[in-house]
């Protein structure tokens, strides 16, 4: 065998374990850096003490305040309708909507008035024969008159008749004037139910309207919000009042309207099932009817939702919802940017909004965002103050990106 392929192997062999001892040797050293804590961005908010209005929200649909089903009282053909007396259409106070053939109803005033006057003769005549029996009898005999003499009962019988006649007549009148079927008041109409030429019987309802003044809106609300709503809800709450102001608003032609009207009063049952309290909300003059340039119509059946403007609380701290933790508790962030957990009293929560009248002072600090694991005494970073270079940009408990 070769010398070579003897010690060429075993040459090798040393040359690498001399390359990897010097490179062991000759490696750098690695300084030991104690690793940085994130910290979380938080949003706060600076709280102020305010005398803050209370504000209920509800919602419901627009009702009209008066609706009536108008009726026929006589029979009849309708020979009439007004051209206001279709669905939608306004009429007037007092305004005749359908005609019910008249003819047999005048024909009945001309017959009543021929009664009137024959009972009228008789009376007259009773009268006169009456006068004529007790001039006689004074003429020959002494004492009272008997009444069959004085022919009393023949003259009360023939007022009887007379009054029966007169009544007669104003019962002939009454039903003409029905032949002309009107509302009592300013009015829309619903729906209608007879046209022209359809006979119309007695009690057969004619068409629905309602009352054009106010339009209505009942609104569900919990019994406890009736604490910040300036209305009484004892035996005074049954009565129409004019209470605190309401603003309701849709979406009516592709756009948002607005319309202003006010509490009137609290209904007087809680309902079983939702548990909610019903108050009315009342707006004058819905469609504009007395006011000048265009108006937009609170029409009947529209959804709208409301804001009840209710009593004033004085030194109140409102903030979101959200900040709240644990029920009654919220974050505080000291100068030093630590997290602090602080109990306050909570007097009203609604929608996204907290009322907080007791824990907290003028000028404090509270997170408002949402943290999944808040520490007490924990340092974190304000959202508009500014962050070191290397600090982990965290917002809301989640890393952002």
């Not at 959200?322 to 602090?340: F, P, T, W, Y």
Request: hydrophobic fraction near 40%.
């Amino acid at each position: 065998m070769n010398w070579k392929s003897k010690y060429i192997p075993l040459a090798i062999l040393l040359v690498s374990i001399l390359i990897a001892v010097l490179v062991i040797v000759t490696r750098p050293t690695v300084e030991k850096v104690a690793p940085e804590i994130p910290h979380k961005i938080v949003r706060v908010q600076t709280v102020e003490k305010e005398n803050t209005g209370m504000i209920v929200k509800s919602q419901g649909s627009v009702a009209p305040r008066t609706e009536i089903m108008l009726v026929s009282e006589v029979a009849g053909r309708a020979v009439s309708v007004s051209p206001s007396f279709v669905a939608g259409g306004f009429f007037g106070k007092g305004k005749t909507l359908l005609t019910v053939d008249p003819s047999n109803y005048e024909l009945a005033v001309t017959q009543a008035k021929s009664q009137v006057a024959q009972a009228e003769r008789i009376y007259q005549m009773e009268e006169q024969q009456g006068k004529i029996a007790r001039e006689e009898w004074q003429r020959l005999n002494k004492g009272e008159i008997p009444p069959l003499v004085a022919r009393e009962p023949q003259l009360n019988e023939a007022r009887a008749a007379l009054d029966a006649a007169k009544a007669n007549l104003k019962k002939a009148e009454l039903d003409l004037q029905r032949t002309r079927i009107s509302a009592p008041f300013i009015g829309r109409v619903r729906s209608k139910a007879v046209d022209i030429g359809q006979y119309v019987a007695p009690g057969n309802p004619i068409g629905s309207v309602y009352a054009v003044d106010y339009a209505e809106v009942r609104l569900p609300i919990p019994d406890e919000a009736l604490a910040y709503i300036d209305m009484p809800y004892s035996i005074e709450a049954m009565k129409d009042i004019q209470g605190p102001r309401v603003v309701l608003s849709a979406r009516f032609a592709g756009k948002t309207h607005q319309w202003e009207g006010y509490l009137t009063r609290i209904e007087g049952e809680i309902d079983p099932q939702s548990r909610m309290i019903y108050v009315v909300a009342r707006v004058k003059d819905p469609y504009g009817l007395n006011k000048t340039g265009k108006h937009v119509p609170l029409t009947v059946g529209l959804f709208v939702t409301a804001e009840i403007h209710g009593k004033t609380i004085a030194d109140v701290i409102r903030v979101p919802r959200s900040a709240l933790r644990n029920g009654n508790q919220v974050l505080i962030v000291d100068q030093e940017n630590k997290l602090h957990f602080r109990t306050v009293n909570i007097i009203r929560q609604a929608g996204d909004d907290a009322y907080i009248d007791d824990g907290l002072k003028n000028g404090e600090r509270i997170c408002i965002s949402t943290l999944s694991a808040a520490v007490e005494g924990m340092t974190v970073a304000i959202a508009d103050e500014s962050v070191p270079e290397k600090t982990s940009q965290v917002l809301n408990g989640e890393e952002s990106k």
